[in-house]
């Protein structure tokens, strides 16, 4: 295996968990590799996961803090010339999804993205059209850079090795970032790297075996769960339609957290559906969660028919209402 560079990034300081998934995939390849870290604390972030980098590199200072084209463009570039490894392996992170296809373009390099494998030998397996298809491909051209699938490789142990070169890399920008606004109204309740997705479908907003809909418990059961567990929150198509019909909502629910076929993929280690039928429009949407459980008052939903590992045949509302009490 050619040696590759391992181009990371912070966030507030420290490495998320997509970095140490890039770095676990170099360990594993053999062919050594050096490190490089942007950001805000990057030297110190370096320092922390050094081990076993042949050389180690750091772009600081208040100019690279902050998620921007061109300085984060600047500082790759120059963390890449740097090494001058042919495979450069970063985290497919929005920072780096943005950056780095104009500094490959500057190098002359090859890029790919959504990449989920790298075989020793040099095949690298990605997905293209929302993960629907899945390819296997060599390049000859190098340098090759390579955006790795977030959730798709196990993370390194941390290793503290030796302090970066810290590298001065100069950089006239014209845009100032003020800070962020999200399209989410309320709170954030998407969260990619939580161990467990926990799925509201349209069941929560019909009527019960009192002849009543109950959604004002229900949100309430359904946010008490997400925020105790921190637990990333989806939801089905039909729940987050709803609003757009007319019909009562879980106001904290958007099409940004619809799982499924027209919806996300998300990458958990376990998931529990919710009054959700389990249909394969839906389910498609799960072929990334390992563990898959879900509740339904149906003995005949979808899940059961092959699709959840365990489906309680139970009422939602009273099964939330006890693993509360339990929590
Ligand atoms: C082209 C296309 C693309 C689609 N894309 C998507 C997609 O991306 N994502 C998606 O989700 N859907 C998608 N759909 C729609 C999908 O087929 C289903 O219609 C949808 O997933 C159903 O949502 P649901 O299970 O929440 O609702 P329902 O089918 O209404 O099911 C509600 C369930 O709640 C259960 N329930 C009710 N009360 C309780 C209770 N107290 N306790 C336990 N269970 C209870 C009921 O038994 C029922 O099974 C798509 C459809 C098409 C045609």
Same mark, same amino acid.
């Given at each position: 295996?050619?040696?590759?560079?391992?181009?990371?990034?912070?966030?507030?300081?420290?490495?998320?968990? @997509?970095?140490?998934?890039?770095?676990?995939?170099?360990?594993?390849?053999?062919?050594?590799?050096?490190?490089?870290?942007?950001?805000?604390?990057? @030297?110190?972030?370096?320092?922390?996961?050094?081990?076993?980098?042949?050389?180690?590199?750091?772009?600081?200072?208040?100019?690279?803090?902050?998620?921007?084209?061109?300085?984060? @463009?600047?500082?790759?570039? =120059?963390?890449?010339?740097?090494?001058? %490894?042919?495979?450069?392996?970063?985290?497919?992170?929005?920072?780096?999804?943005?950056?780095?296809?104009?500094?490959?373009?500057?190098?002359? %390099?090859?890029?790919?993205?959504?990449?989920?494998?790298?075989?020793?030998?040099? @095949?690298?397996?990605?997905?293209?059209?929302?993960?629907?298809?899945?390819?296997?491909?060599?390049?000859?051209?190098?340098?090759?850079?390579?955006?790795?699938?977030?959730?798709?490789?196990?993370? =390194?142990?941390?290793?503290?090795?030796?302090?970066?070169?810290?590298?001065?890399?100069?950089?006239?920008?014209?845009?100032?970032?003020?800070?962020?606004?999200?399209?989410?109204?309320?709170?954030?309740?998407?969260?990619?790297?939580? %161990?467990?997705?926990?799925? =509201?479908? %349209?069941?929560?907003?019909?009527?019960?075996?009192?002849? =009543?809909?109950?959604?004002?418990?229900?949100?309430?059961?359904?946010?008490?769960?997400?925020?105790?567990?921190?637990?990333?929150?989806?939801?089905?198509?039909?729940?987050?339609?709803?609003?757009?019909?007319?019909?009562?909502?879980?106001?904290?629910?958007?099409?940004?957290?619809?799982?499924?076929?027209?919806?996300?993929?998300?990458?958990?280690?376990?998931?529990?559906?919710?009054?959700?039928?389990?249909?394969?429009?839906?389910?498609?949407?799960?072929?990334?969660?390992?563990?898959?459980?879900?509740?339904?008052?149906?003995?005949?939903?979808?899940?059961?028919?092959?699709?959840?590992?365990?489906?309680?045949?139970?009422?939602?509302?009273?099964?939330?209402?006890?693993?509360?009490?339990?929590?």
């Amino acid at each position: 295996m050619e040696k590759a560079l391992v181009l990371l990034h912070t966030v507030n300081g420290q490495l998320p968990p @997509a970095a140490l998934e890039t770095l676990g995939l170099a360990h594993t390849l053999g062919g050594g590799f050096d490190l490089g870290v942007i950001g805000a604390g990057a @030297a110190a972030a370096a320092q922390q996961v050094s081990g076993g980098a042949a050389k180690c590199f750091a772009v600081e200072g208040e100019a690279f803090a902050v998620s921007r084209y061109s300085t984060d @463009a600047a500082a790759c570039e =120059a963390v890449i010339r740097a090494s001058g %490894a042919p495979l450069i392996l970063a985290p497919d992170s929005m920072r780096f999804h943005r950056a780095l296809p104009g500094v490959a373009e500057r190098l002359g %390099a090859a890029i790919d993205t959504h990449v989920v494998s790298v075989a020793a030998d040099g @095949a690298v397996e990605r997905w293209y059209y929302r993960q629907r298809v899945e390819t296997t491909l060599r390049r000859g051209q190098r340098p090759w850079i390579l955006l790795i699938e977030p959730g798709s490789q196990p993370a =390194a142990q941390p290793q503290a090795g030796a302090a970066p070169e810290l590298l001065d890399v100069a950089c006239e920008t014209r845009t100032n970032v003020e800070g962020f606004s999200t399209p989410l109204a309320g709170e954030q309740t998407i969260r990619p790297d939580a %161990a467990l997705l926990f799925v =509201a479908g %349209a069941g929560w907003t019909k009527k019960q075996k009192d002849g =009543a809909a109950h959604v004002d418990e229900a949100a309430e059961l359904i946010l008490d769960f997400v925020r105790r567990t921190q637990c990333s929150l989806g939801s089905s198509k039909s729940l987050v339609d709803l609003s757009g019909e007319g019909e009562a909502v879980l106001p904290f629910l958007t099409h940004l957290h619809q799982v499924g076929q027209t919806g996300s993929s998300p990458r958990h280690k376990k998931g529990l559906a919710t009054c959700c039928h389990g249909e394969e429009p839906h389910v498609v949407g799960w072929r990334f969660i390992q563990e898959r459980r879900a509740v339904n008052l149906d003995p005949n939903c979808g899940w059961v028919r092959g699709k959840a590992d365990v489906v309680y045949v139970a009422d939602a509302f009273e099964v939330m209402r006890e693993l509360l009490k339990l929590l």
